[in-house]
């Protein structure tokens, strides 16, 4: 672990210095989720939510050779800006690094430099899971391995509302991952506050929330937790509203041959189109609200 090409902002160096709480943000939603300069400003406003309630944030990328746990002001907007930028997961991160390139971390990248770098807790806005179709495309999301190997707890809106969720809280439970829901009973569904399934546990505290990280870690239990925080009401978008505008996104790229890891910048920017720019408001409210959570999570932590 110590021989990984890690580069610490400042900030985050101070902060892990200090024993102080840090919160890891991915940067697939700076490279691949929004335009210019949207992206640039979400980032912003989401590392301020980290900062606003207690925490610093560590947004990560590789850059140069190098992974960058938290980046300066002008790494940011250098990022934002790029162009053929890797999107990277487990199976591409070193070669990312060998070559020289510039990548954006998933959730499954995310979580490996996080613990790297000693930071315990990750927002995100969704995870990835099970594809719908995967009986016959094996398309199943390398977030879901991660989390169950890599002690990291990880808040999320639940699983991207595109994919088949039973099968995805299926393989979970297969893995040992635990699904905590945040304050209900329900699992939600990433732009909706219910899935219509029950979430295996449910934990009303940040703290609490702290406390199971830590009793994992001392009976020796791989792999981190899944935190499952609903977005704010006012911000969602019913389960009733959004199945048939995913259906006919599922559609489209049916008919257009998406496949791969095509398939989920494809499918969100048609539901984009489709709700009027709906999805991406709420998914801005979501990660702002995943912030949040996370940094309540990593003060407790921190707190010891």
Known sequence: MTNAPLVFSTEVARALAGGQAVV????????????????????????????????????????????????????????????????????????????????ATTVAATMICAHLAGIAVFATGGIGGVHRGASDSFDISADLQELAQTPVTVVAAGAKAILDLPKTLEVLETLGVPVIAYGQNALPAFWSRDSGLPAPLRMDDPAAIARAHRMRAALGLKGGQLVTNPIPEGDEIERATLLPVIEQALEDARAAGIAAKAVTPFLLERIFTLTEGRSLTANIALVRNNARLGAAIARALAAG
């Open 24 to 103: 890891a943000l991915e940067s697939t939603i700076i490279t691949h989720g929004m335009p210019w300069p949207q992206n640039l400003e979400t980032a912003r406003m989401v590392e301020d939510e980290v900062r606003t309630a207690g925490a610093v944030p560590a947004t990560i990328a590789v850059m140069d050779g190098a992974i960058h746990i938290g980046l300066e002001a002008a790494q940011l907007e250098a990022l934002a800006q790029a162009s053929d930028v890797m999107k990277l997961s487990r199976a591409d991160l070193a070669a990312c690094l060998a070559l020289g390139r510039t990548g």
